[in-house]
């Protein structure tokens, strides 16, 4: 089933299993079982003696298989091929329930360890999907971790009945109990504070215990990892306060333009900021949703209130709160998202195969998920504002070689449309006719830009009519000893290299401004 390559890799990492395990298959005689079934041989040979594999399973998912340890029946359940994407995830489940350390912090398995209480969780990934891994591999740790959590792993293309019945139009989409619980990206920490509902407190209360810092970065995507980076290389109190650390990064998957990296995924590249960050005493905050900018009183300080109640008090500031996805803010967008609205084509993609879709915007963005979906849905209309698709020409070109794409130009979207539980069509006008259409289909992919994070600024710092920080070349604002970078600035161009050098210039300009003004704490 696997190549020679990830065989050996495989057989390298069962090395470090500590325990036995057992793999429970439940098969049929499709052809998806046989797949299936030459993926638990190879990871049996793989296991030299330290794997064994059960065939006489009783589960009504098929095919689908249980890792457990020897001599236990609770474990994680893959039902489908967890390829692509999520191999790493079945690895590490293997090398958790081996015994192997997870690399997480002890709090963190503390704190799922003291979760109560019986939970049952399925959830649905596609194998394109990069985000599905973060949260297939959290809620994988925790059943490993706490025998009272039971996680099933779901493919979402093996399983379509199911798929339909239970209306999964994105993905990753988790449901406990049978209940929906929550879709899209969350962390293991994100997990594990929606279920331990005193979690947010407690964190709120050992923030607002923290001294003043030097420099206090928020937001911690690529310009804010930079800014903490040179922050904390002065030796001066840094801390960072992230609603999620990676930022729009996470939700990007390939990136071949960022300088001396030929090639990488977004998911990765977050890790290696956010482990960079680690490598310097940086009170690293994540989860924490800033809510308003009080700008420096008497005592010299600016503070930012966080959402959970609590408060962070620094002499300088640096925003870099990043971007998201902007929306149509159409009748029926918010009402059938996830129900058929989609943002993500490579995640979400799969699960419309065979179905007509349609992708909102003309831009690099939306001809790239256009070309994408076309090889999988069986036909996606494209609707662009304006009056000529605004991508790259060598992606134009490539759009308008597939026989199962139709373009329409100078299309305004006016309403999502649907029957109460998932997307049906969608209504536009003609911009020079001003005459109304409506298309049918079943899924519609929003590639239209970026919104700045920035609502919780107005009336304290100066804004652009798009929403952008305004900064100077120093990347500082109007407020004294406010500084921002990245994506939710004036900065002309919104690219990862950028963001990271608008970072590295604000903490510098920060850094100026702490000499000039105050002698910085050590």
């Not at 149509?328 to 799969?350: F, I, L, S, T």
């Not at 259409?437 to 009336?459: A, C, D, R, S, Y």
């Not at 161009?493 to 910085?520: C, E, M, N, W």
Request: proline share 3%.
């Amino acid at each position: 089933m696997l190549d020679d390559t990830l065989k050996t890799q495989l057989q390298q990492y069962m090395g470090l299993l500590r325990q036995p395990l057992r793999l429970i298959a439940s098969l049929d005689d499709s052809a998806a079982s046989q797949d299936m079934r030459g993926l638990l041989d190879d990871i049996v040979a793989a296991g030299n003696g330290r794997i064994t594999l059960d065939t006489n399973g009783s589960d009504a998912r098929r095919p689908s298989f249980l890792v457990t340890r020897e001599g236990q029946d609770h474990g994680v359940r893959f039902a489908g091929l967890p390829l692509g994407h999520e191999f790493e995830s079945l690895v590490l489940t293997l090398l958790w329930t081996g015994g192997h350390p997870p690399k997480v912090e002890q709090s963190v398995i503390d704190s799922i360890k003291a979760i109560e209480g019986e939970y049952d969780f399925d959830v649905y990934m596609s194998l394109t999907c990069h985000n599905c891994p973060d949260v297939v591999q959290a809620l994988s740790l925790m059943a490993i971790v706490n025998p009272s959590i039971r996680t099933t792993v779901i493919e979402g293309g093996a399983f379509q009945a199911e798929v339909e019945q239970r209306q999964v139009m994105a993905v990753p989409m988790v449901f406990q109990g049978g209940q929906m619980f929550d879709s899209g990206r969350m962390s293991l920490e994100q997990i594990v504070a929606k279920l331990d509902t005193g979690a947010a407190k407690r964190e709120a209360a050992k923030i607002a215990a923290k001294s003043a810092f030097d420099v206090l970065v928020v937001g911690g995507g690529p310009a804010g990892a930079a800014a903490a980076i040179y922050a904390a290389r002065k030796g001066i109190r840094t801390g960072v306060a992230a609603e999620r650390f990676g930022g729009q990064v996470l939700d990007t998957l390939a990136i071949e333009n960022f300088i001396s990296v030929q090639e990488t995924e977004g998911p990765k590249l977050a890790m290696a900021l956010e482990a960079h960050v680690k490598q310097y005493e940086v009170d690293v905050m994540n989860l924490q949703r800033a809510t308003e900018l009080v700008p420096a009183g008497d005592d010299g300080l600016v503070e930012i209130k966080l959402e959970n109640g609590a408060s962070l008090k620094s002499k300088t500031v640096i925003l870099s709160t990043g971007a998201r996805w902007r929306q149509m803010n159409v009748p029926g967008e918010e009402q059938y998202r996830n129900k058929g609205v989609a943002y993500c084509p490579h995640c979400d993609g799969p699960l419309f195969k065979g179905k007509r879709v349609a992708v909102i915007g003309g831009g690099n963005s939306g001809v790239e998920a256009a070309i994408d979906l076309a090889g999988i849905v069986a036909h996606v209309t494209l609707i662009e504002f304006g009056t000529a698709l605004r991508a790259d020409q060598v992606l134009q070109d490539k759009l308008h070689s597939l026989g199962n794409v139709t373009v329409i130009l100078n299309a305004q979207t006016t309403e999502v449309l649907g029957d109460g539980r998932r997307v049906t069509g969608l209504t536009y006008n003609d911009r020079d006719s001003g005459q109304g259409h409506t298309v049918e289909l079943e899924g519609i992919f929003v590639q239209i830009g970026l919104l700045p994070n920035t609502e919780w600024l107005k009336g304290t710092v100066e804004l652009s009519n798009r929403g952008e920080i305004v900064i100077d070349e120093r990347g500082q604002t109007n407020v004294p000893g406010v500084f921002a970078a990245g994506d939710c600035t004036t900065v002309p161009y919104k690219q990862i290299v950028i963001a990271v050098g608008a970072g590295a210039t604000a903490s510098l300009a920060a850094f100026d401004h702490l000499i000039r003004s105050s002698a910085p704490a050590k």
